[in-house]
């Protein structure tokens, strides 16, 4: 059974705090680098940060420093620590295996919330 679910978005001010998790089912978190993406309104779905099957991290330009990507094999599950939330940073954020397409199957996402 494919699955993906994403919990922990919520409402925020700036400068703020939250966590994300996603659990995945076996097929496809088993082997594969694990990403967490999000959406703004009105744009298009971006990569957040990525993390490989033995851990390596990468993160992008913009959550550098302020996001950290993690996850357990065993629960098989990838979380997402925010930390200095911004306005910019408020989308719907999902998370699936790095070579996701469009066409894949997604979760329905968490929602983040962010205010000035």
């Known amino acids: 059974q494919v699955q993906l679910v994403e919990s922990g978005g919520g409402s925020v001010q700036a400068g703020g705090s939250l966590t994300l998790s996603c659990t995945a089912s076996?097929?496809?978190?088993?082997?594969?680098?694990m990403a967490w993406y999000r959406q703004a309104p009105g744009k298009q779905r971006e990569l957040v940060a990525r993390?490989?099957?033995?851990?390596?991290?990468i993160y992008e330009d913009s959550v550098r420093g302020r996001f950290t990507i993690s996850k357990d094999d065993n629960q098989k599950t990838v979380s997402l620590q925010m930390d200095y939330l911004q306005p910019e940073d408020a989308g719907t954020y999902y998370c699936?295996?790095?070579?996701?397409?469009?066409?894949?199957?997604w979760g329905q996402g968490t929602q983040v919330s962010v205010s000035s």
């Open positions: 076996a097929s496809i978190f088993n082997g594969n680098t």
């Open positions: 993390i490989f099957a033995v851990g390596h991290t």
């Open positions: 699936n295996k790095h070579t996701a397409r469009a066409y894949d199957f």
